[in-house]
């Protein structure tokens, strides 16, 4: 899947730039985000996708050059430095690019996780592609979120990338970040990459921008997206909910730093839109496992 149409709704694309270098939602408002009340949280219709929305979703987000999840790797290996002795669950992993993107930067122990069977066997047959070193290790787990079952306290780093918007309530997100917390080992840390919602200028601006360069038909799916995201405040809020998890921090999420090889990889990708989402679009709920 490419993103790189450009929706024909723009008479002057100079004007919209010089609003998003503003921070600004533009004056033309082409994709009527001022008519949306990104006040009250719209939930998506359902958690997990239909197995043929699932199949739709990996071949649209799982290609040779995208950057989507190397974006994030790099932000987790600038954070972490040596994963080599990390042992990391890859949560409602979708495709398993996350994951692998980690095996790369050499990653001790990545288990991927989802709920549908179709991503959990696409993760299993991408990951059998990859040359690891023999001391990697590497395991597929099939479950609902909130019922994960492992023991307590296995993992150093449990990594979520855009999926808790996918997620009914608020109530839910409370009950998954329990689970995943239980999942912590002490000191271990959540770590949360996802769309947000909210109403500031700046987030506004900033998904005009994201929407300007995605095909027309992915901005219909797109927007809901949004909507369906959970604010800073609400992550701060089911974070403070769960009683082991300390350090919280909640925040817009920005560019990694990057080598010139890093940058190149992330170059190659035709959809522009992957490095726009590193912005006040998205966000990071960050917390650790309280050492007892
Ligand atoms: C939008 S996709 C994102 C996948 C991947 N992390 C990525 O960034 O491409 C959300 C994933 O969460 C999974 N999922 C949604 N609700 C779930 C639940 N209640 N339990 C387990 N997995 C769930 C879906 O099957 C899907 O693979």
Redesign the pocket.
């Known amino acids: 899947m490419t993103e790189s149409h450009q929706p024909t709704v723009f008479s002057s694309t100079a004007a919209m730039e010089t609003s998003w270098k503003k921070g600004e939602l533009s004056s033309i408002d082409p994709f009527n985000l001022k008519e949306i009340n990104f006040t009250i949280r719209q939930p998506e219709a359902s958690?997990?996708?239909p197995p043929e929305e699932?199949q739709l979703?990996i071949d649209g987000?799982d290609y040779e050059t995208s950057c989507?999840?190397l974006l994030l790797a790099i932000e987790i290996a600038n954070d972490f430095g040596d994963l080599s002795q990390m042992t990391i669950l890859d949560a409602?992993?979708?495709?398993g690019?996350?994951g692998r993107e980690l095996l790369s930067f050499g990653a001790g122990s990545v288990t991927f996780h989802?709920?549908?069977e179709i991503?959990i066997n696409h993760a299993k047959k991408q990951t059998a592609k990859k040359e690891l070193i023999d001391s990697q290790q590497i395991n597929f787990i099939q479950?609902?979120?909130?019922q994960i079952p492992l023991p307590d306290n296995q993992f150093d780093l449990i990594a979520v990338?855009?999926?808790t918007h996918?997620?009914k309530s608020f109530e839910k997100l409370v009950t998954v970040t329990n689970e995943l917390t239980r999942l912590l080992k002490p000191g271990g840390t959540l770590l949360i990459a996802d769309y947000q919602r909210n109403t500031s200028q700046n987030f506004l601006a900033s998904l005009e921008e994201r929407l300007f360069h995605t095909k027309p038909d992915i901005v219909l799916l797109l927007i809901p997206t949004f909507e369906a995201a959970f604010s800073i405040t609400e992550f701060q809020q089911a974070f403070n909910l769960a009683p082991q998890l300390h350090n919280c921090s909640v925040i817009n999420a920005c560019l990694p730093e990057m080598t010139p090889e890093m940058l190149e990889r992330v170059d190659q990708d035709p959809v522009k839109g992957h490095v726009l989402d590193f912005s006040p679009i998205s966000l990071r709920a960050i917390a650790q496992k309280e050492i007892v």
């Open positions: 958690e997990m996708f699932a979703y987000c989507d999840d409602m992993c979708g495709p690019r996350l989802d709920g549908a991503m479950s609902l979120i909130d990338h855009n999926s996918q997620l």
